[in-house]
């Protein structure tokens, strides 16, 4: 479902809130956001802010946090790898996928 706020002043939470459901089950949930609406001229200042929201939550090493799953299966793993393959999302560059079924939150 789409993610949408147009208050600024409550950014901070909103990148909380997001976060937290996408990344619930690594991002392996029915209400997981898909994207994010965002105003105009608003995405330079919430871009770095959703990234840093991020690291507060998994650290900069996500892939060493015990609080970051994994993808459920190999089949499902390698179907999100070919739907990601290797390339440039709005927010990160998509890196290498890992044999351990982990797949970047950035």
């Not at 996500?62 to 739907?83: F, M, T």
């Amino acid at each position: 479902f789409p993610s949408h706020d147009t208050l600024c002043s409550h950014w901070e939470v909103t990148a909380k809130r997001i976060v937290w459901g996408k990344f619930f089950n690594a991002g392996q949930a029915c209400v997981a956001p898909d994207y994010l609406l965002l105003p105009r001229g608003t995405q330079e200042k919430f871009l770095p802010l959703l990234k840093s929201t991020i690291e507060s939550f998994f650290s900069t090493s996500p892939e060493n946090s015990p609080d970051y799953g994994r993808i459920v299966s190999q089949g499902h793993y390698e179907r999100l790898k070919n739907i990601w393959g290797e390339g440039k999302l709005l927010l990160v560059e998509v890196v290498k996928m890992k044999k351990d079924l982990f797949l970047p939150p950035y």
